[in-house]
C-alpha cells in the first residue's frame, strides 16, 4: 500500500473499512489526495435487526476517523450521506449514485403475472431484506405467481412457507437465470428494512419491471415516480401496490428512469468532477 500511494496523486477506496483508514492516513503523510466511498453498511446502525457496523464503538470512532480525514468522501445515495453526516458531521460528503448499464440489461421476453424479489431467506438475512413482507403479501393477491431469488436457509424457507406453500424459492442462481426472471416478471419488489441504494432493484427496473419498495433507505430515490412506495412491514399496502403494478404496466418508466439517473457515463461524469476538484484544491 505505501508504494501504491507513493506512485499515486489520488488513492481511492471502496468502503470505509480498516484499509481505508491505512490509505486515508498514508495519503496524508505523502500529501496525497484519498477518496473513500461509503457503501452504506459502515454507518449503518440498526439495533433491531442488528445492522450495521456503527453499532460497535469502536468501529464507529474508526469509520469517522475515516471520514473526517478522507479528502472527499462518496455516497452511493442521498439516505447514506445522511447517515454518515450522524457519524462525522465535519466530513467532505459528495453523493455519486451507483450505475447500471442499462445497453446490456434490455428487454427480449413477455412479461408475465410473475412477482419477483432477490434476497437471501437465510437467517441474518430474511428480515433485512422483508422476505416475510413479501410472502405475507403473495397471500393477498391469488392467481398470480411469487418468486424469491437467493440464498437460503431450509429452516427460514420452512418457516415462511406456513405463510404461504405457493411461494417459489428458487436457492442461489447463476447470473442469466437471474436476468430471465426478471425479463419476465411484470413487478420486482424490494420490501427491506433498508437499502444503501439496490441494484437488483435497479436492474429490474431496467428491464421494465413494476417496481413496488418499502419507504426504507434509498429505495424511494432510485423508484421515484416510476413506481410505488409502501410503508415498511405493511403486507396488505404492499399486495395493493403489486396489484396495481400488475395492471398499470408502466415498466418502461422505470427503465427510463434508470437510463436517465443511474446510467454509468453519468456516473463517470460526476465521478471525474469529484476527483478533478479535489486534485484542484
Known sequence: MFKGVLWADVTYSWFAEVYALWAVRLSGLLGKKSVVVIGGYEVAQIPEISYGSALHPETREMVAKILSKAGTSIAVSEFVKKSAQTISQNANIAVVYNAVDAGSLVPSKPKGDVVVTVGGATRPRWVLKGIDIFVSASTK????????????????VDGLRKLSPAVEFTGELPREQLIDWLDRAKVYCQLSRVESFGFALAEAMSLECFPVVSDQGALPEVVGKSGLVVKYGDPSAAAEAIKKGLHWGKGRDARARIAERFSVERREKELCRVIDSLVSR
Open 141 to 156: 393477491v391469488p392467481g398470480v405467481k411469487f418468486v424469491v431469488i437467493g440464498p437460503f436457509d431450509q429452516q427460514v
